[in-house]
């Protein structure tokens, strides 16, 4: 019983080095996009930028949408308690 309980643990933890290991940072290709008005009521584009620029800077996150997918990615800043950088900010 020891020995099935120590390989499935092996198991375990080898499968869970492998997802870290393939978790590896890529590039993508999309628009930013204001997260709550993009998701909530569909608002993007160059006619809802102001607004957009406006809530990023109040601290509404800022979404990638990946070109040609219905991918989302959320961006977060390098610390809690703080906002995206200007230069993320300007290029929305």
Known sequence: ??????ATLGLMLAAGFATVASAAPK????TLEDSFCYVT???HGPSHKKCAVGC????????????????I????PKK???SL???????R
Request: proline share 2%; aromatic share 2%.
């Open 85 to 91: 950088g200007s230069e993320v900010i300007s290029k």
């Open 27 to 30: 590039s993508v290709t999309g």
């Open 80 to 82: 809690n308690d703080t």
């Open 1 to 6: 019983m020891m020995k099935i309980a120590s």
């Open 73 to 76: 990615y959320i961006l977060l």
């Open 41 to 43: 009521m569909g608002a």
């Open 56 to 71: 990023a800077k109040k601290g509404i996150p800022v979404a990638l949408v990946e070109k040609g997918t219905d991918k």
